[in-house]
């Protein structure tokens, strides 16, 4: 792609000042309005053949019960009143029932799949794969030079380059900024599409209401970065068959010849301690040490290099949360100034979005995430949001939903980045 796609894009982030940024994204790729039929359910399940994970529904009373099923490499996917349902490997599967825990129902990958797969990628088109991410972001970026600078923090397993977009009219690229920063990030989870989709809506929002007075004064005070993509390698090999996967982790290829590590698992924060797998099949695999993972690696140094970030928000779907530290430890934060702010900013954010803010290990703990080791390691207020849906892919009509309200809780989160301790007076 695709000089003449690229002139209507640009057209329309100058000219559509009525229109949501989702609708701009969706006119710059000239898609149809309506998904085109994919195929029978059961031919889109039948590549999944060796997938040896099932899908299974277990008790769980409480977050304890969640920490320990995590622990034994259950990815949890949907709480219930007193249930939990996700992903398992066979032998983990096998395991879990020998330690007592009683499997209320299971079906095979294959069978889920069949159930589930309503819209395949060829319906999913207004969602960016990794060059149309790149794409957009370097037609934002060459559209908006006064205001923008797009550059690499680093390279994948595979070599693909983690892109970030910078919005600061002042400095560029890498240089050192001494303005109160905020970090957005998206799709540390491979087949959590709708993440970047979040990351990249927000980008094409601010850039294309740069003169608005509200965001015009975020664009001269603050030093913005966007990374849409955390996990390029993971995204691609979930849609690489032109069919989902249902794929979690990045593509390490790990001894036993599994794939992935758990990026979110992966981070210098009680990494491996509780609600993480030392199983490299388990779909919560934390990796055989702390960062690892050069995605983890890269995340790393670009924050260690960057003082002035103040705030951070790391995209995931699915659930309608937004989850503040600890998620590794079930004690809330120790510092009753900096509680107050994050919950503060919570509410802030979730008044816009509608979604459940509480501590992230309310829901289980969960060692080795992003904001546990930003916060500790850097004071940087940092969240989870975990977006709308009830399905890792909920389809294209839901991204234009999600990106509004995210949206205005950006806005809010841009509002309170350069001076986060006000919230606590
Ligand atoms: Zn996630």
Redesign the pocket.
Known sequence: MKNALHAFLILSLCSAAAAGPLEQLRRGRELPSAPAPGPAAEEAAAYLQDDSRYWITTPAEDKYDRTALLEAGLDIVEIGKKTVSGFISKDEMDRLAGKGFIIRSRQTIKEYAKKHLKDFPASDAAYHNYAETAELLQTLAADNPEETSLFSIGKTVEGRDIWCLRINPSEKGETPSARPSAFFMGN??AR?HLTNEVALGLAVHLLSRKNEPEIRGYLDTLDIFIAPMTNPDGAEYDVRTGKYRWHRKNTRINPDKTVGVDL?RNYDSLWCKAGASHYPNSDTYCGPYAFSEPETQAIKKFVETRPNIKTLMSY?SYSSLLLYPWAGKDTPVENMRDRKVFETMAKGMTAFTGYRPQQSSDLYVATGDTTDWAYANHKIFSFTTELEGTTFYPGAAIISKAVSKNVKAALYLLSVTAEPYKLAE
Request: glycine share 0%; net charge negative; charged share 20%.
């Open positions: 540390h989870h959590e979110n995931h």
